[in-house]
Structures are given as structure tokens and as C-alpha cells.
């Protein structure tokens, strides 16, 4: 029975994350995480595909609205028809000949885009009843080759060669499905290292987290060097030698800030610099990296497309791939990127602060790691621990690695219940901290 | 008497242009020429400010939203102390911790952007009742480095390097405002070349040019090859060896395949290729004019911010720089590429197909060649003759040369009847329209 999307179902989702100062950063002093969520209604009882894209608070009924503008590519679609030929299809929905002129492929529209696309996937992953690691893990080299939207990255990546990655990896994908099964996908955790906590609580936070076994951690910097330097002092004095310590500066810098404020933090050991400047500025990017070496330059979750992804990747500028599950168009611009990643020997450690984006990406990793790079070797998926509560499938760490989720689907759900709680701006929890704030202070 | 902004009002306004084909080219075949228009009102009486951001069509409704999401930071300011340190409140617009998060600095959020700080050019330009281009020529060198936002740039431009390029050209200043009230500032038409155009038409229209005086034409490319090389066997013809030639691909091309295509191209000899490929792509645009030499590579009507021109100014990568009005973060924005553009010896040429931007670009050259370049050597606008008549003051074009504008403001003023008439979707041109056509084609 083929399956018709019949309406599209969205709702303006936040989370008054900025209450707590989790997720503060050197740019982002007080984000309030949100969803701009959708759901793909079908005609077959029962099936529905669940999507969002991840931002911070205002701005998010932007992409709410620009999920709509989308819509017309979407209702009155076969499923089937779409993931017969989904390269293309993504190509038709990201190149409309009027919409395209409000991106191309960036910002609002391209965010929506991703909420739409991986909609799609959790829709056809519940269809055919895997999880979307397993329904991409399943699929051969040349299926694999037609998700792609190869437009616009052919001097980097061509169908042939992606074809001849995934075929050198796709007769020992079985022994690492596995080994994810034995013991899971390696993470890190962002949650010690807010720049807006105390000292007391970073330091109980790491103690904790080296007690679950994390053996990396990444800590905010930007705002002030000597605070960045007493706190980098206290975690690798927490942390010990051997752990993994990271920064991040969440694009605070001109880029010969970047060089002159990391040289005053590389005692400290620092195993990458994420973010260090613009997110556009892949020639920046490069100069840093060329003057910090061997502190390793890291982006992605605000490189917009697999265009500048392939300048990043191609010019050496930077030594970690953070690929983000909503920043880029969805899974299929995803999988450009991890094949032109895995072409130039670069290991994708994706973002996942937020909220709904560890879900997303657990599935995006495993997926490299069986059947596009084969590797685990400098690997990591970033985790967060907060905002899992209002999944369905959250994700499940144990002893500091992701265990493969086992559901149909990309794992995003939310609660029906979360979504009409945390609705912006009239749901329950908005309205009482509305009334609870004076007024100077009411969002 | 100090000038308060009170309110927002906006306007969906787009021209059904697609049933011309006027504006059709490679990736963009049916446009509808568009405008997210705002008017910031004040407590002044009878003063305004009047801005839009242009966009072919759908997606013209997420830029008036956008421009809802940024009223906040400008209703209930002043415009003297917005203007007072007019830079600061750039960054400040374009770096809220929340929004910012779905840009940042590019797409639906950046164009919206634009509206905003142009509008507020020309509410200022109105309160001191000058045009915005000697508004700006007006300025002292300190003065003009206060207006640009420096973030991100300084490893290309510093302040005190924008200063001194300032400094060289104040002197002689006059001069080249005697010299554009003389002679003007010279253009080439696009007109001529639409991709949906017949032959007849296109031959036709480039006589007519010749005879209006214009020396360079530009064509669209990038379909169909020998359509391309039929088409500018046809203008070379017409127009003769001596006039410029310049072609346009709107992004269509892979790099492997811009550098093929133009070697097929090149014995019509173009005097530029503009966007051979994707406007994110620096490296890409480098490979290309590296490839193609001596014909220079264009692009920048889709370069989302000066962060990215600085990486095609720095790097050689363009050989003409083609900034547009309202995809970069209006005027402010601008003046860093102009002044950017000026060090690294790179002719601005801007765009400005599309409605409003004839009107906009004009006060942006005339400044660049008052006060910055102080050149128009390689230097012209693009000319697009139409839809002028709904501007409350329409650009004067004599014998192929833009007048200098006279009236207060940045001339970006529609008529109020063209407001009504146009709007979408709703207003009588569009209801009559939807009347017409048949249900499959209603937009």
C-alpha cells in the first residue's frame, strides 16, 4: 500500500533553557532551546513522520513559517515516489526556481528544509520499521549513491567515487554493526562546561562526568581570557593529563584573535578549538589552523551547506567534521558530507547541544562509522544531558557511549505533551512564567 | 527635535513578471519580482523611512516576517542615537543572542535585515534632507569608519587601514562630485538578454541599447551550450567587436563544468562570467577565474555577507565585485566590502537586477567613487528597465549613465498605490489574475 502525505502539522516549541544559563555560551548568553517541529500526516493509519529544526528562541517562528512555504513539495507526495529517487527529490526542494533566492540553502529556509527532509526519514524508517541507522546501514553502495544531492560538490566528490568509498566498506559492515552493539558509540559531554555556571559547579560537574566515564570535555570560551584560563586551570586540573579537554568559542573571534588568544590557552593542552571564528570564513578557518597546530581547528554546526563543508574539508582547514542533523538539509546532505569527510580523511564528531539533536545525529554517526568510514578513531558525538525527557525514544549513554536505538524511526519524536506544554507563546509553561515575570523582564 | 521610531508597517508586494519571462534565467525560470517592503514611521511629522529587501516571489512572506522578528530593536529608538554610532547598533542588530542562531548574517533573517538598516538610511537621509549617497559624501573619513561593521573582517581590513583608504580620496572629493553631476555614472543593460527571450526580441533589444548609447550588455547563460554559443554569436554580431559582452550563469554550473563551459564560450570573448557556480563557494569561484583567465569571474548578488567577500576579495578569486543593496545587511554592510573591495583593487560592479535595486545601487556607487575608489575604471551598474514606474523617484538614466538622485532618501520610496495594487496575495492585480488563470496554474 503506498502512503500519501496528506498534511503537514507544525508547532513553535521552546524550552525556557536561559532560566538555568544551560547552553550559555561566549554569542549566546541566554538561549532558550526550541523546535521548530513538524509532523507529516499520512493516509495509512498510524504513520506519521516527525521532524524538527534546532534554534535558540527568537527566530524560531521563522522557521515555523518557512516549513509552510515548504509544504506545497510535501502534501499530496507518495513517500514512495520520493525515496525511489531522493537526491533528486531534495535537489526539486531546495532549487525551486523563486524560494531558492531566500537562501540559497542557508539560514531559515535551509533550516526548515532539514525539518521537513528528516521528517521524511522518520516516516520512511517507521514504514519499513527500522531505525534510520539500520535503514542506511541496510541499503546498498549504488541506494546509498541516489540519496545524495551531489550538485555543486563534484570537484570534490564524484557519484563514482562515493560509490567506490561505500563499496570498500560495505563487505565488513555487518562485524561493526556488531561491535555498536557490544559497546556503543563514544561520546563526550558539553554539560560541565556552560560558560554561565559557577566554578563550583564546573568542577562537580566534571568529577561527575568523569565518574559515568567520560574521558573528553568541552568547556565555553570567548568572553574573557583570564576567565577562560582559570577555568581551563581548574578542568585539566579535574580532569588529569589524559583526558580529552576541548574549547569552544562559539565564533567569538576575528581571526587573529583566535591566534593570539588560543597561543594563551595551549597550555592547557587543548584537543580541538571549536568554532574559533565566522562560520563562513573558510579561509580564516585555515589560517588558524595553520598557526595553532597541533590544537585542531572544529566547525559545523553553523556551516550551512555541503558547499562550504567541501572547502573546509578539501583545504585542510579544519581537523574535525561537526557535522549538525539540522543545519544541513536533512540526512541526504548529511551523507555528502560524511562521504567527502571519509574522501579526505577528516572525522566527523557531530554537534549535539540542543535539543532533539543528540536523537538525531546517535543514527547519523553509527551510519559512518558501518558503512562510510569504517572508523572510530578520533570519533565522537557530543552529548548533552538535558531536554531528553520529551522523547519517546531518548536516546540511552551508558559509561559515556550511545547504544544503537532500536525504534522505527529518526528517534525525534516528542511527547505530544511537551509539545502543547512548551508551545510558544501561549502554552502552559509560557503563560505562568509570563505572569511570574514583571514585566520588564517578560519575553 | 529628536526623531522616535513608533511603529512598523509592512508590505507583501511582488509583480507578476514571470508571465514576461523579464528576469528568467538558469536556475530562476518564472520569477516574480518581489519586495518585503517596511516603513518605519516616527513621531515626526510627515517623516518616514522606507525600505525593502527584494526577492523573486515565494519566500517574499518569510522575509516580511522576519522583518516583524527585528522590529523590537528599532521601534521606540532614536534615530539619532542609532546613527550616532551607527556600526555598534549594526552588531547589535545582527548578533542577538537568540536570533542570530537562524542566520547568522545570511538568508531570510539577513535580507530582512537589510530592509530594516536601508529604511533607516532613509529615514535619516530624509531628516537631514540629502540623498543617501551625499549623505555619505558628506561624512568625514572618521565619521564613514563609524558606520561599518568591522566583526569578522579585521584579518583583511582594519579601522585604521579603512581610514587612511578614506583619507587618500577625501581631498579631491569635489572633483568627482562635479564630474558625476557632469557626465553621470556609467551602466550596462541586462534587458536584452533575458534566457526566455526569442531571438528576434534579443537582437532587437540589443540595437535599441546600442542606440540608447550603452557600450556592454550581459546575456544569461547556462542552460543549454549551444543555445548559449547561438545566442552569443547572435549579440557579438549585433553589437560588434568593441562593446562589452558579459554573461551570466546564476549558479548553474559545477566547477569542473563552469571551467568547460566557458572554454566553449570564450570566442565571443565575455568580458565576465558571473556566479559560475554556488555563491558559498570561494575556493570554487578561485578554481574557476584561475581556469578562465583573462576572463574575469563575477558574483555577489548571492554573496550573504562581507565575511564572504572579504574571502573572494582577499584570496583573487573575483575579478569584479558585485554587491547587492539588500543582500548584504544594507548600507553599513556595504561600505566594508566598498572599502574592502577598494584594498584589494577589486572594481565594485553592482547588481541590480530585480526591483529597487536600480534605485538603491546608484547612491552606493556614486559614494564608492566619491569618497572611497575614487575610480570608474572597469566600473558600471547593471541597468534593468523596468518596474521603475512605481518609485516615488525613479532612477535617471542618460546616454547608458545613472544621474545622481537629488531627492532626501535613498530613492527606494514605492508609490502607495502600487503598495495597494501589488500586494500579495491579496491586492486586485493578484485577485484579477487568480480570476484568469485556470485552476491548474493558480499561483
Known amino acids: 500500500m503506498p502512503t500519501t502525505i496528506t498534511q503537514i502539522e507544525t508547532y513553535d516549541v521552546r524550552f525556557p533553557t536561559s532560566l538555568t544559563l544551560a547552553g550559555s555560551d561566549a554569542m549566546h548568553p541566554d538561549p532558550d532551546y526550541s523546535a521548530a517541529y513538524v509532523i507529516l500526516h499520512t493516509d495509512s493509519p498510524g504513520l506519521e513522520g516527525h521532524g524538527l529544526t534546532f534554534t535558540i528562541g527568537r527566530g524560531n517562528e521563522l522557521c515555523v513559517a518557512a516549513i509552510h512555504s515548504l509544504a506545497p513539495f510535501v502534501v499530496g507526495q507518495r513517500l514512495e515516489e520520493i525515496v525511489a529517487d531522493f537526491g533528486r527529490y531534495w535537489d526539486r526542494l531546495t532549487n525551486d526556481g523563486q524560494l531558492r533566492w531566500v537562501g540559497p540553502e542557508k539560514g531559515v529556509l535551509h533550516l526548515a528544509t532539514a525539518a521537513v527532509i528528516n521528517a521524511l526519514w522518520d516516516l520512511w524508517a517507521k514504514a519499513v520499521g527500522k531505525p534510520v541507522w539500520k535503514l542506511l546501514a541496510d541499503l546498498t ?9 551531489f550538485r555543486h560538490i563534484t570537484d570534490a566528490l564524484t557519484p563514482d567515487e562515493a560509490l567506490h568509498l561505500l563499496r570498500q566498506q560495505a563487505p565488513t559492515r555487518a562485524e561493526r554493526e556488531r561491535e555498536l552493539f557490544r559497546s556503543g558509540y563514544p561520546c563526550y559531554t558539553t554539560s560541565a562546561g556552560w560558560l554561565g555556571y559557577s566554578d563550583e559547579q564546573v568542577a562537580a560537574l566534571a568529577r561527575q562526568a568523569i565518574d559515568q566515564g567520560f574521558t573528553a ?139 532533539g539533536l543528540c536523537e538525531y545525529v546517535q543514527h547519523l554517526s553509527m551510519f559512518d562509522y558501518i558503512a562510510v568510514s569504517g572508523s572510530l578513531e578520533h570519533r565522537m558525538i557530543e552529548h548533552v544531558d538535558h531536554l531528553h525527557e520529551h522523547f519517546v525514544d531518548p536516546v540511552t549513554v551508558r559509561n559515556a557511549r550511545y547504544l544503537p536505538p532500536q525504534r522505527p524511526g529518526y528517534s525525534i519524536e516528542m511527547k505530544r505533551e511537551s509539545l502543547e506544554q512548551y508551545r510558544w507563546p501561549d502554552g502552559p509553561v509560557w503563560r505562568e512564567l509570563r505572569q511570574r515575570a514583571p514585566a520588564s523582564e517578560q519575553r
Chains 1, 2 share one sequence.
Open 141 to 149: 553502495p549504488e541506494e546509498i549513491v541516489r540519496l545524495v544531492p
Open 217 to 355: 570535555i568541552k568547556m565555553k570560551v570567548g568572553q574573557d581570557l583570564a576567565h577562560d584560563r582559570a577555568r581551563a586551570a581548574l578542568l585539566r586540573q579535574v580532569i588529569g593529563p589524559d583526558r580529552k579537554l576541548m574549547m569552544d568559542a562559539n565564533q567569538r573571534w576575528d581571526v587573529p584573535q583566535a591566534i593570539a588568544w588560543m597561543r594563551e590557552l595551549a597550555e592547557f593542552d587543548p584537543w580541538w578549538i571549536e568554532e574559533p571564528t565566522h562560520p563562513d570564513d573558510v579561509l580564516g578557518h585555515k589560517a588558524i589552523a595553520e598557526a595553532i597546530a597541533p590544537i585542531g581547528v572544529a566547525t559545523g554546526e553553523h556551516v550551512a551547506n555541503r558547499v562550504v563543508f567541501k572547502q573546509l574539508l578539501a583545504s585542510g582547514a579544519i581537523r574535525f567534521c561537526q557535522i549538525d542533523a539540522c543545519r544541513l538539509g536533512g540526512v541526504n546532505e548529511v551523507i555528502a558530507v560524511l562521504l567527502m569527510a571519509a574522501k579526505f580523511g577528516v572525522p566527523v564528531c557531530p554537534h549535539a547541544g540542543g535539543v
